[in-house]
């Protein structure tokens, strides 16, 4: 099983910064395979990993993602082959429709028909990364633009065919589009237990591209914590799942709220996203179940650590993004080495036990 790490969040403004990329250059160098960099409203995407390409050596620089109406298609192609470049191949286009009080509140653009918009822009984009010349004709997106002087143009860097593209979905029919036209998929609000939630219609779109589950990268995980005060851990965890159930999206649209609901929390969804709208965030905060915050991280004592990693691998998850604790940077990257070590441990059991026919 791979591992990846994610830097930035929605609020990220560099703080910390130099111990940021110290820290990137250790999960480089203890041998976690990505790092993913987040954008809304704070730091870009860009930026960081394409200073991190210098510091780095082998790890995979992934965009975590790219919000589609934050720039247009042509110019991810450009941004994408760059960052190829100035990586030595290490880029990977992470693309996502975010929603739609970031599209039409901070970019201005029209959040309608996202799955459409998705399925248009990279349509666009891979036609630019194949070499061919950029002309298109979409509900969405025309290259060039009708009625004017433009031109259909070829991208002057070299083609990138095989520059990975995954997408962060939540809804069944994005993960349909998923499965058809992705690399790989970043998950999220992912329970194990509940899997055929996501991959049943995952495997609907790969089955369209001829493609099965073996053919795509899952990546989901969560925070990861060795800790024997099981309970301190889930009430440390429940004001961020309160804010993932009432806070993220609107009341009218919350794809993670829905994606929890379909999953079998309707319920607990329901009741806590009322309570925090309604201003009652700490009342919204003790109604999360502690199921919920158990299942979908990776933290208590070893042996329950090691029965979700058991979890997700049976789920078919092949990469897990860790999120370690740590008061400092120091303690934050020896939390990471400490999780891979016992990522590796049980992967190699796995292994020994799938060769010796057990």
Known sequence: MKTAIGIGSAYYNGEDWDSLVDFTVNADRIGVDFVWSAEAWGMDAIVPLAYLAARTENIRLGTGILQISSRVPSMITMTSQSMR?????????????SGPQ??????????????????????IVRLGLSGERMQYE????????????????????????DLPIYLATLGPKAMELTGELANGWLGTSFIPEKAD?????????????GRTLQDIDLQVGGSFIISDDV?????????????????????KTNFYNDAFRRAGYEDAAIEVQKLWIEGKKDQAIRAVPDE???????????????????????????????HTGGKSWTEKSD?????????????????????SGT
Not at 117 to 123: A, G, K, N, P, S
Not at 234 to 250: C, D, K, N, Y
Request: contains cysteine; hydrophobic residues 40%.
């Open 197 to 209: 939630v996501f991959l049943e219609p995952l495997q609907k779109g790969l089955a369209k591209s």
């Open 231 to 251: 309970e301190k851990l889930i009430e440390s965890h429940r004001p961020q799942m309160a804010f993932t159930l009432g806070g993220m999206g609107s009341a």
């Open 102 to 123: 970031v599209v039409e509140g901070l970019h201005g653009a029209a959040f309608a028909h996202p799955l459409a918009r998705l399925r248009e822009c990279i349509d």
């Open 335 to 355: 939390k990471l080495a400490e999780a891979l070590d016992l990522v590796k441990s049980e992967s190699a059991t796995w292994q020994s036990g799938s060769s």
């Open 85 to 97: 470049t100035v990586s030595g191949n290490r880029f990977v286009l992470g693309l996502g429709v």
């Open 138 to 161: 979409g509900k969405h997106y025309v290259l060039p633009r009708p009625g004017g002087e433009g031109k259909p143009i070829r991208m002057s860097q070299p083609p990138a065919k």
């Open 292 to 322: 919920m915050v158990l299942k979908t991280n990776l933290i208590g004592t070893t042996d329950m650590i090691r029965e979700r990693l058991r979890a997700y691998r049976d789920a078919g998850v092949t990469t897990l993004r860790l």
